[in-house]
Structures are given as C-alpha cells and as structure tokens.
C-alpha cells in the first residue's frame, strides 16, 4: 500500500467523496474509497472554518467547529481574533500560505444564502477551491430542526475532508433516572434533551435502523416489563402486543427494521425471542438457555448474526449466534473460574467489533471492545464505574455511562485516542443508545 | 397466714375484680423518711383468675385469632435474601418458605406475587433476569410443596426498587431479596394458642 503526505490524501479524498455519498448503513471505509491510499489511524487533517457573516454566523462557525472536533478525525486551527487571516474572495486569492503556516490543509468557507448557506472548501496546498455545494437549513436559527441541518453540513465536509462521514447529525436515546425513569433523547452535541414518550420506568432504548422510532422495555408498578414503540412522528408509544405474560425486556430493531428481537421470561430463565415489530405476529423463540438468563441481544449488521449476554456457565458472558439462535459460541472469557463477569455486548456498525462491559475484580466494570476477526481485547475505561456502551454510527466512538464523575453520567469515548467527554450533566443518566445518522 | 393478712388478700383481690374495667392507674412509689425498712412481709397468694363466661371467651378466641391472622400474614409476606449473583433458596430461607407453604396450605384462597430484586452491582438489563430467576426459585420451592402454580405469580424488579442506595455490603445484602404480597383471598385458618 502506497503511503502519501496528507496534503496527497486529501486531494484524492476530496475527489472520490462524491462517490462515497449514499453509503448510509456502513461508514466508508477509506481503505474502500481512496484508491491506493491509506487513512492512517492518528492523522488529524488541520481544518480553519473561516468567520461567517450573519446574524446566525457566530453559531454556523460554532456548531462546525465543534462537531469536527467532537469527531476526532480532523484539528480545528484555533483562529486568533484580530489576527484572523482574510478570506478568498471571488476577486482576491486567499493567503494560502498563511493558512498553511497556521497548520490548516483545508479552509472551510461558509456564506449564507436565502435558503441556508453556501460552503466551499479550499484545499490550501493546491491553493485552490476544492469543492462547493449550497446547503438548505431548516427551521429557525439555532432551533432543534437548524442545528440538526447545521450538523448534518458538518458530517458531509467531515467526508470530504477525510474520507469518512461525521456523526454529528445523531442523537442519543437514554434513560434520565435511577427509578422511575423516562426515555430521553439528546443531539449528540448535548443539545436539546426532550423526552420520548412519557412512560416511567423505562429501560433500554434501542432505535429503529432509520431513526423513525425507539422501541423500549417498561417496568410497572407491578414488575418489568412491557415493551412499547414509540414513534417520533406522532409523538405517541404503543405496546408490542406479541409478547407474553411475564418479563419482557431488551428490544432490539433487527437491520431490516421489521423485526424486534427481545428478552422474554417466566419461571424458568429468560431467553431471546422475536417478532413483527409493526404487524401483529406470533413471536418466535431464539435462544434455549435452559433455565439460564438471556438477554441484551445486538445484531450483527448484516442481521445474520446475534450478539448477546448469557448465564449459561453459571455467570453472564458474551455469547454470539446465529440470528436464529444457533450455532451459539461463547465470545469472552477470561480465566478458569473467574467468576467477574461480561455483558451488554453491542455491535459495532462497520461490523468489525462488539463493546461490552467487564467486571473487574473491584466489583465495578469497565468498557472492553473485542475484535471479531482475532479476538483481542482492548480495555477502554479505567476510572469509575463504565457500563452500558453503544457504537455511534463511525464505529469508533462509544456512549456510555459512568461514575467517574460522580453520580451516572453519559460520556463519549474515541476508542481509537481514548479521548472522553461528558455529554450530560444531570445525574441518573444511564442505558445510553446511539441512533443511526438522522439526516444527510 | 394470719387472719389479718387473708383479710388484706382478699379485699385486695375483691377491689381488683371490682375495678378490673377500669384503667391501671400508674403506680406512685413511696419512699418513707425516718422509718426503719419495714419487716418482709409474707407473700399473697395470686388470685385466681376470674370466671370468664361464654361472651368472654368468645371475645378472647376472636383477639387470639386475629392476633394469629396478622403473624400469619407478617410470615407469609416476610422477605427470604439471596446470595450475591444467585438464585438459590438459602437455608434460612427454606424455613421461612415451609411456614409460608403452611399458611398457604391451610388457606386455599389466597394468591400472592413474588417480586425479585437484585442489589446496583451488576448490569442494570441482567438485574431484570436474575430478580425474575430469584422469584421463579421461590416460586418452585412452593409448588415442590404442592402448592398450585396458578396461586402464585411472580415478577421482577431487578435493581429497580432497591430499599436501600448506600455502595455497602449491609445495603447489597438488604437487596437481593424476593418480597411477598398477598393479591387476592383471606387469611382465615390459622393455628391458635388461646385454648
């Protein structure tokens, strides 16, 4: 494989990105995209986003400058005030130079326009206009709806940049509350924090692989659980009607939307079942755990696979399977007769890992990603208490839930630098779950 | 015993069956000043209790059931605990759920739900398994007992309602435990001691 400076790269990454464009389910893999070139792993392109003009230009300039930092693939070049180099303008060069001098391989340039904005992207060692395009932005300024168009600018120029698409334009579902809990959703900035639905007691958000719903488990007053799907549009939940009397728990959206795979028990043990997420079906029996616990199930993403957590050896480990249960092969395991153990796998969306939670033998766990194809494994956390982790839409970064600052809060991790921020602030945060791109 | 003091006996025991409707005043102790200790003075001998007609003892055996019917149901909806991370019914257990099997046995109308629950330590979706298995465990041992099934259900709460928060053995320990609720019928056979 053939290794160029980034100045190279991005030159090829600009102009294959238009063809990367429409991928939805998997991010782009450079390797796939920049033909006989590498993405290396730590290069963070320097990109300036130029001042923009407008009443809502601070907050454009603010909101890109965020999100590509918050994605951990490119290095924001801090623009001094007062000292800010010029913009290029239509009868004036930029001072690429300069530019180049204060570390930046790229210039984003952003001018608002009746529907929204326009933006061009200067490759600074070729010293020119690489791309532009006009982008519309919905609602008012610094609404929900325009934030999430302004996020949604970001992951493109993120993919022109760097051959991959941002994960700005998402949201994380969560719980807010220890007891009694109810479904939250927040913009992946830490924007907005509405409530989905308005059950109390809620567990467990998953999303709908288009975004459109979340399905989730309730406990009652008298017990867990009845699982309901709540659907953004109408703003209303109703109860999954296949499930049986008894705990019903964990849903999960198979890939292709239609199905929902959850955990359902009685009197002997809880296993995986399935069934028709929006038509009344009968629900299908998945795991034969014999008494054991099974639970928290995740989907390969191609669906033909199940990732899950099972009691079968006498304390929860991480098993996979085929999507109809078979074939079942435990996939941690540490030492004879340890007897700490591992849980709440979740599949990464290029595929290649599933995150999971290790006890340690201080009784708190911590966050472990496990490779599919030679299973070595890599410990994320080691502060506090880190549970309950989900891939964002990059497969490099992971929301979760710890204690390192106190009470549970949620947090983000680049698993790759092991950077860490903190996306909420109000404490009982837990059962985090990142949703699919929510607008392109 | 001289006459002097049967004559004291027995107006003591005629004055106490005379008021014995009436509220035990408390008593005021005397301490005398200047006087020698007074010479012991012989023992009375206790008064017999006083007849009790049919009307009395009916009442009687009616407080004494109804003091057997609430330790029926404190023993019916005591708590059993359970080892960390597991199900099994302990040996303290065990005989807090023969009594309960008892109570049930005797009394064919009652129902209750089994809720289990977990301490905080572990996954919070695992938590929900494990309460279930915890009251399903307890749930079989009653039915190995010969208690029908249909009379008894079971739910979990997992670490949802823990009765404690404190990250301390003595809070987890207080956790893991099945409670017990009565949802439908009466408590109306019981063992009485009043006869």
């Given amino acids: ?440 | 015993m001289h006459r002097a003091a049967r004559i004291v006996t027995l107006s003591l025991v005629a004055l106490a069956t005379l008021g014995g409707c009436k509220k035990k005043k408390p008593e005021v102790a005397v301490t005398p000043v200047n006087n020698p200790p007074p010479a012991a003075a012989p023992t009375p001998t206790p008064a017999p209790a006083p007849e009790c007609d049919a009307a009395c003892v009916a009442a009687r055996d009616s407080e004494a059931k109804r003091a057997a019917i609430a330790a029926a149901r404190a023993t019916l909806t005591a708590t059993i605990y359970f080892d960390y991370d597991q199900s099994e019914i302990t040996e303290e257990s065990r005989a807090k759920l023969d009594a309960k099997a008892s109570i049930l046995a005797q009394n064919t109308g009652v129902r209750i739900r089994i809720a289990g629950h977990t301490d905080s330590r572990g996954s919070d979706e695992y938590n929900l398994a494990l309460g279930q298995r915890r009251a399903a465990a307890a749930k079989r041992y009653l039915t190995d007992r010969g208690i029908d099934g249909s009379r008894v259900e079971i739910v979990s709460f997992g670490e949802e309602r823990g009765t404690c928060t404190e990250e301390s053995d003595s809070c987890w320990s207080r956790n893991r435990r099945d409670e017990f609720e009565i949802t439908g019928g009466d408590i109306t056979a019981v063992q009485t001691s009043s006869r």
């Avoid at chain 1, 400058?65 to 005030?81: K, L, P, S």
């Avoid at chain 1, 709908?208 to 659980?225: E, I, N, R, W």
């Fill in chain 1, 1 to 440: 494989m053939i290794r160029l400076p980034y100045a190279a790269w991005f030159a090829a990454a600009i102009t294959i990105a238009p063809l990367t464009r429409g991928v939805a389910q998997n991010p782009p893999q450079p390797e796939a995209v920049v033909l006989g070139l590498r993405y290396d792993p730590g290069t963070k392109p320097g990109v300036l986003v130029l001042r923009v003009a407008g009443v809502s230009g601070d907050s454009i300039r603010a909101i890109l400058q965020r999100d590509f930092d918050y994605g951990d693939r490119i290095t924001v070049i801090a623009a001094e005030e007062g000292g800010f180099p010029d913009a290029p303008t239509a009868g004036r060069n930029g001072n690429y130079p300069l530019y180049a001098k204060l570390g930046a391989h790229a210039l984003v340039q952003v001018t608002p326009t009746a529907a929204g904005i326009h933006v061009a992207v200067h490759d600074v060692a070729q010293a020119k206009v690489a791309r532009v395009k006009d982008f519309g932005l919905d609602g008012s300024p610094n609404s929900r709806e325009w934030r999430m168009s302004v996020h949604a600018v970001s992951d493109e120029l993120e993919a022109w940049i760097t051959g991959v698409r941002g994960i700005a334009a998402t949201r994380v579902a969560y719980v807010q509350g220890l007891r009694g809990g109810k479904v939250f959703v927040v913009d992946s900035d830490g924007a907005f924090p509405t409530p989905a639905g308005d059950d109390a007691g809620a567990m467990s958000p998953s999303w709908h692989p288009k975004g459109t719903h979340l399905a989730y488990a309730v406990v009652g007053s008298h017990g867990c659980c009845q699982i309901f799907i709540y659907d953004f549009a109408s703003g209303s939940a109703r109860p999954l009607t296949a499930v049986g009397s008894g705990l019903n728990s964990t849903p999960v959206f198979a890939p292709d939307g239609a199905v929902i795979v959850y955990t359902h028990g009685e009197e002997s043990g809880t296993d995986l079942f399935a069934t028709t997420a929006f038509e009344r079906g009968p629900a299908r029996r998945i795991t034969v755990g014999r008494g054991t616990d099974n639970t928290s199930p995740t989907f390969s993403p191609d669906g033909r696979r199940l990732a899950f957590t099972s009691g079968r050896l006498g304390h929860p480990e991480v098993y996979i399977s085929d999507a109809d249960g078979t074939n079942p092969q435990l996939l941690t395991a540490d030492k004879l007769g340890d007897q700490n153990y591992r849980a709440n796998p979740d599949w990464s969306p290029d595929g290649r890992f599933i995150a999971y939670q290790a006890q340690q033998t201080d009784g708190r766990f911590q966050l472990n990603t496990i490779s599919l194809q030679d299973r070595s494994v890599k410990q994320h956390t080691s502060e506090g208490s880190n549970e309950d982790a989900s891939w964002a839409p990059d497969g490099r970064h992971l929301i979760f839930s710890s204690t390192r600052t106190g009470p549970k809060q949620l947090f983000v991790i680049d698993t790759e630098s092991g950077r860490w921020r903190q996306l909420t602030r109000t404490g009982g945060m837990r059962l985090p779950a990142w949703s699919p791109p929510l607008k392109r």
